[in-house]
C-alpha cells in the first residue's frame, strides 16, 4: 500500500512524502471442529486449520480468545495479550511459510454449566512476525530426570517438581545450532514428578535434527 503524505507552509514550499507499507493480513481459516464430547472428561479439544496465503513468511502465530463463558478457560495457553487487552493467548513460534497450512489443537478445561462447544469463544488468530516482540524467558531450568521416545515417535519426558509449582517446557530442534522454543503449555505439579508428552502441533513444530528439551519453573 502506498501512502502520499502532503505538508503545505505559507513562507515554505509543498513537502511530499511517499510512503511504502506492507500490510499483512491474518491467517486464513480453513476448518474448525470440536472432537466428540466424553461425559467423564471436563477438557474438550478444538481442531483447527489454518493456511498464509500472504506473499510472506511469518514466524509464528498468535491465538488470542475473548467471549469466554464463565467456567471455561483455556488450558494450553501460555500468555496473555497485552494489557489492557487481557485476553488469553497462545503464541507459537514457528517457520509458517506463505502457502503454507498448519493444523492446531486447543484444549478447553470447561468446570462450570457451559460446554465450549456449545459455546466456543471468539478467536482471533494473528501472524507473529519477524519484528513482533516475543514474551520473555523467564525462570530456573528444572533437571529432566527421564525421556522415552513412544511406539508412535512421541517424546515422553519426566522431572523432578514441587507441588503446586508452574512449569513451562521449551524445546530446540537442530541442536547444538537452533534456537530455544517455548511450547504453549503450563504445566502444574501435583506432586513430586511430573510428565508430559510432546504431542506434536501446535504445541511443538516438526521435528529437524536432534532435538533436546528443557524445563523451567515460572511464576504464572
Not at 511530499?16 to 467423564?40: C, M, N, Y
Request: charged content about 20%.
Amino acid at each position: 500500500m502506498e501512502i502520499t503524505v502532503t505538508a503545505s507552509q505559507l513562507e515554505t514550499a509543498d513537502q511530499v512524502l511517499v510512503l511504502q507499507i506492507d500490510v499483512v493480513g491474518h491467517p486464513t481459516l480453513v476448518s474448525s471442529g470440536f472432537l466428540p464430547f466424553e461425559p467423564w472428561n471436563p477438557r474438550f479439544t478444538q481442531e483447527i486449520r489454518i493456511r498464509n496465503d500472504q506473499p510472506c513468511d511469518a514466524i509464528g502465530v498468535r491465538l488470542l480468545f475473548s467471549e469466554m463463558k464463565d467456567g471455561i478457560v483455556v488450558e494450553n495457553q501460555n500468555g496473555t495479550a497485552p494489557a489492557p487487552d487481557g485476553r488469553a493467548a497462545i503464541s507459537m513460534d514457528f517457520l509458517f511459510a506463505s502457502g503454507a497450512e498448519i493444523d492446531l489443537s486447543v484444549v478447553y478445561l470447561s468446570t462450570g454449566a457451559f460446554r465450549p462447544d456449545q459455546h466456543p469463544p471468539v478467536i482471533e488468530i494473528q501472524f507473529i512476525m519477524a519484528d513482533t516482540p516475543l514474551p520473555p524467558e523467564e525462570g530456573s531450568t528444572i533437571l529432566i530426570s527421564r525421556i522415552q521416545i513412544l511406539e508412535d515417535g512421541r517424546a515422553f519426558l519426566e522431572f523432578s517438581s514441587v507441588a503446586g509449582t508452574y512449569y513451562q517446557i521449551d524445546y530446540m530442534n537442530d541442536f547444538p545450532d537452533g534456537s530455544w522454543i517455548t511450547v504453549a503449555l503450563e504445566l502444574l505439579a501435583g506432586g513430586n514428578f511430573t510428565q508430559w508428552i510432546d504431542q506434536g502441533a501446535p504445541a511443538t513444530e516438526p521435528m529437524s535434527g536432534v532435538r533436546v528439551y528443557r524445563v523451567r519453573s515460572i511464576t504464572p
